[in-house]
């Protein structure tokens, strides 16, 4: 069975992230800028949300950032998005990204999770079958993805996690 959401309410959900990642990371004191680039088509088109600009063992490091907001800890899962939009045969975020790095953000603990993209994809990718199919769906087309148990990558990739 799918959820329903409509495009409001993620959206929402999503800046209500950005928010507080983007007030997280500017209060770390080797952080020189944050710029959200969610607005900005080429990154959009490489599903970046966020630029990071760090100063770390004496050189200027600068990272890019996807942001995957969630609602549902308790369920122990992530949701990894195959198909932004099942009708179309569009390609899920997930599978394209060219981001640095995932920051999954379970909104309502605020507990942010922080992992390499291409290890956390890779490890998906070569698990894939494991992983249950789940629809989300929204007033004018569904998505697809799989619900990915976080102990299963806890045991195969750093994560790291952090209260913000």
């Known amino acids: 069975m799918s959820k329903t959401y409509s495009f409001q309410e993620s959206n929402d959900v999503a800046k209500e992230a950005s928010n507080h990642i983007e007030e997280y990371l500017n209060k770390k004191k080797n952080v020189l800028a944050v710029v959200n680039v969610e607005e900005d088509k080429a990154f959009q088109e490489q599903d970046i949300d966020l630029v990071l600009l760090k100063y770390e063992n004496n050189s200027f490091i600068t990272k890019t950032i996807e942001i995957k907001a969630d609602r549902y800890y308790k369920t122990g899962n992530y949701f990894f998005e195959t198909k932004s939009?099942?009708?179309?045969?569009?390609?899920?975020?997930?599978?394209?990204?060219?981001?640095?790095?995932?920051?999954?953000?379970?909104?309502?603990?605020?507990?942010?999770?922080?992992?390499?993209?291409?290890?956390?994809?890779?490890?998906?990718?070569?698990?894939?079958?494991?992983?249950?199919?789940?629809?989300?769906?929204?007033k004018y087309y569904h998505s697809e993805g799989r619900l990915v148990p976080r102990v299963f990558l806890e045991n195969k990739i750093k994560i790291t996690k952090i209260k913000i």
């Open 85 to 138: 939009n099942a009708e179309k045969g569009t390609a899920g975020c997930f599978l394209y990204s060219n981001a640095d790095l995932l920051f999954y953000y379970f909104i309502d603990e605020r507990e942010l999770h922080i992992m390499n993209f291409y290890e956390c994809r890779k490890c998906f990718l070569d698990n894939i079958s494991k992983f249950t199919k789940k629809d989300c769906q929204n």
